[in-house]
């Protein structure tokens, strides 16, 4: 991964980089025979979150420079992803784009479009960074690798996923919260606030 642009320096905005290396890392790791394995997202095998992946990357990436069609009014809920054959390579580059595209400070100003919701870019800023960090737990869960995410994307999705009346239901990507003890760590505290059991393995799913 090569992102070469400064990183933001202005108040309200959140690096990308630090997530999106650690959901690059974990793709280096992915073999052919498990992408057909169980993840914690329930409808997802290996395959279908790579492939989500590989759109939201796309999507948010657009969202920030606010070039809106189909990749950003696309429902992600429309259907099952599918994954193409060149996401090897296609990923990682997205991952950088994604980075280099948050750090401008216009990506946060106005209004975006992000899976066919309108909405500030302040905001579509920390749902992208929320999604590789969860989706970076799910696939390295999946595929049985460590992950590490820093500090501070973590208490950007812990506050993105506080529970509200406007929370994800259980029939979205993420699904109805998890009751994790407080003083758990900070990534179970996320993975459970998104639906997910800290626990969770492919042999206890």
Known sequence: MTVNEPKPDTPGMLDFEPAARQVARLLDGVTDDQLAAPTPCEKYAVHHLLAH????TAAFRDAAKKELGPTTDTDPGSALPVLEDDWRARLPKQLDELVVAWRSPDAWQGMTRAGGVTLPG??????ALN??????????????????PD???????YELLEPTGDSPDADGIFGTPVEVPE???LLDRVVGRAGRSPSW?????
């Open 53 to 56: 992946l590989v759109g939201l």
């Open 122 to 127: 302040a905001v579509a800023g920390q749902v």
């Open 131 to 148: 999604e590789i960090v969860l989706h970076g737990w799910d696939l390295a869960r999946a595929t049985g690798r460590p992950y590490a």
């Open 151 to 157: 500090a501070a994307s973590l208490r950007s999705s």
């Open 183 to 185: 003083d758990a760590p």
């Open 201 to 205: 393995t492919p042999s206890n799913k």
